[in-house]
């Protein structure tokens, strides 16, 4: 790593941290930095399940508060994030690397239109339970419980939006806050992240530099996630995805 590329990824991974805890989706800002270093795409993935971990862990004890009361809900979510992390890190693994480079841009595509998109998913998940809050149950019921699992296999393979999408479920089926929502999302993410990262320790190669420098910038941007804006968050996002979803259409 050059000393340009040191600070890039210490930055990367303070944005992806702070990203993480207040929207979702700081994997499309460290994929392409890791990619722009020279690291192929599968181990930049596996590098960056690692180094993500403290910045997720530090964003959930941000939401203590929220998370108050709620270990009988969050222990059941997080069995199924627990399953569908395993099964995606497996399916990165098993899978040909070329498979993974094929299905990487579409991925990064989709995740860009959830971001993108999130302030319009978010009002019309609002708009409909308002409307039918017959619908929501306390745990969230077995579409909650399913759609989770699903949605931590995508974030198992490739965690773009994985954040996103979470909240667009948990906000469907659950009667809670925008900020509850947010923290059960931050304990989601770690534990697949985490679960993936264990799984990856023992097949897989890291590049070691990589995991230090977005471990350390992803716990400093996690603490000071809540005082940025979505806003701003999201259109950083967006723009950094985008340059990466270029470098990888053209190969």
């Not at 181990?43 to 004890?61: F, Q, R």
């Not at 929501?136 to 999408?165: E, H, K, M, W």
């Amino acid at each position: 790593m050059t000393p340009w590329e040191i600070p890039a990824v210490f930055a990367a991974g303070l944005a992806a941290g702070a990203v993480n805890t207040a929207v979702g989706s700081g994997t499309l800002i460290t994929f392409p930095v890791l990619l722009a270093t020279g690291l192929s795409p599968v181990t930049a993935t596996v590098s960056n399940a690692l180094g993500l971990i403290p910045g997720s862990v530090s964003g959930a004890l941000g939401y203590r508060a929220e998370l108050r009361g709620q270990r009988r809900r969050l222990l059941r979510l997080c069995a199924g994030a627990l399953v569908g992390g395993l099964v995606g890190a497996t399916l990165l693994l098993t899978l040909p690397a070329s498979a993974f480079e094929t299905i990487v841009p579409v991925l990064v595509g989709a995740a860009l239109v959830l971001v993108a998109f999130q302030p319009l998913i978010g009002r019309r998940v609002r708009r409909r339970r308002e409307n039918s809050p017959s619908r929501t149950r306390p745990d969230g019921g077995p579409l909650l419980l399913v759609g989770l699992t699903l949605a931590s296999v995508y974030g198992g393979y490739f965690s773009a939006a994985q954040g996103v999408i979470y909240v667009s479920l948990m906000g469907m089926t659950l009667d809670e806050s925008l900020q509850r929502l947010n923290a059960y999302k931050n304990v989601l993410v770690a534990t697949v992240n985490a679960v993936a990262a264990l799984f990856f320790l023992a097949v897989a190669h890291f590049d070691w530099p990589s995991v230090a420098l977005i471990a350390l910038g992803s716990a400093l941007g996690g603490r000071a996630a809540r005082r940025l804006s979505p806003r701003v968050l999201r259109t950083l996002i967006v723009t950094v995805g985008t340059v990466a979803l270029i470098q990888l259409v053209r190969g």
